[in-house]
């Protein structure tokens, strides 16, 4: 292949991540609509309430997941005709047959599968999958939410062709619509695991100034905080923390939180 198409590939490969990208934004809307859906299935009479916006909200949803499905469709679309150039055409006289709707998803599939196939994929889905029964902290808010909510919740399956988590909040907060559990699939971005109880060594070791996310004492909920002392310098187990908005009398309590409930904070966490 010659040097020239190189930026071709580039391209392609950007258009793949892009095409990623836009299925996991339509997946945190289908899951909105889910729960408006279950809502309306449960409480219809909610929508006659003076001020509620559920029939609004449902709309807009609807509007942004057209729009995400029309632009992935133009991207495909776009992929296809980029992949076809870089293949050499048939035999002479024989015209290239048109790709059905089944072939050109095919095709696209395959440029997204081969970093799937990479090593370092199999092994990131394979520690997924030994996650199972494992408590972990998840983004359970779709990613064009306000603020960022994160729990605590027990991975129940890993969907290792949908890179996809299905876990359980066994404790759902008392603002929570309903008293019983609930179960959510999230993407692999929206997962990330606990350092081991019994193993301190295990745990990062964020140094004082540090910003990171951790559970709340005494709640199933994780908050962005600052490390006022780290565990390993304190030789204990626990780090000590001044957690946002949890201000006390003008000024921020410092609260001791095991190494196995902090986290590194997300890169643009919104709280």
């Known amino acids: 292949m010659s040097s020239s198409s190189s930026p071709d590939i580039v391209s392609i490969l950007e258009n793949s991540k892009e095409l990623d990208r836009l299925r996991k934004d339509q997946e945190d809307i289908l899951s909105e609509i889910n729960k408006l859906h279950k809502k309306l299935q449960t409480t219809p009479e909610v929508v006659e309430k003076p001020g509620d916006n559920?029939?609004?909200?449902?709309?807009?949803?609807?509007?942004?997941a057209k729009e995400l499905s029309d632009t992935e469709a133009n991207l495909s679309t776009m992929?296809?005709?980029?992949?076809?150039?870089?293949?050499p055409p048939g035999p002479q006289g024989q015209p290239r047959r048109r790709l059905g709707n089944?072939?050109?998803?095919k095709r696209v599939k395959t440029e997204s599968d081969i970093s799937r196939l990479t090593p370092s994929m199999r092994n990131q889905l394979e520690a997924c999958a030994s996650l199972k029964g494992e408590q972990v902290a998840a983004r359970v808010t779709p990613r064009n939410a306000d603020k960022d909510e994160w729990f605590v919740v027990k991975v129940i399956h890993f969907d290792k062709e949908l890179k996809e988590f299905e876990v359980l909040d066994e404790e759902p907060g008392d603002d929570e619509d309903s008293?019983?559990?609930?179960?959510?699939?999230?993407?692999?971005?929206?997962?990330?695991?606990?350092?081991?109880?019994?193993?301190?060594?295990?745990?990062?070791?964020f140094p004082p100034g540090k910003h990171v996310?951790?559970?709340?004492?005494?709640?199933?909920?994780?908050?962005?905080?600052?490390?006022?002392?780290?565990?390993?310098?304190?030789?204990t187990d626990d780090y000590v923390l001044e957690f946002d908005d949890d201000e006390e009398d003008g000024s921020l309590p410092q609260r001791t939180v095991p190494f196995h409930k902090v986290v590194p904070l997300p890169e643009g966490h919104r709280q």
């Open 54 to 64: 559920s029939l609004a909200k449902l709309k807009m949803l609807y509007t942004q």
């Open 79 to 87: 992929l296809i005709s980029q992949l076809d150039a870089l293949f």
């Open 102 to 105: 089944e072939q050109k998803r």
């Open 179 to 205: 008293s019983g559990q609930r179960q959510y699939k999230l993407p692999m971005g929206n997962i990330i695991p606990f350092p081991k109880s019994n193993d301190p060594s295990s745990a990062q070791d």
């Open 213 to 235: 996310l951790a559970v709340y004492p005494g709640t199933t909920a994780l908050y962005k905080a600052t490390v006022v002392h780290g565990h390993r310098r304190r030789k």
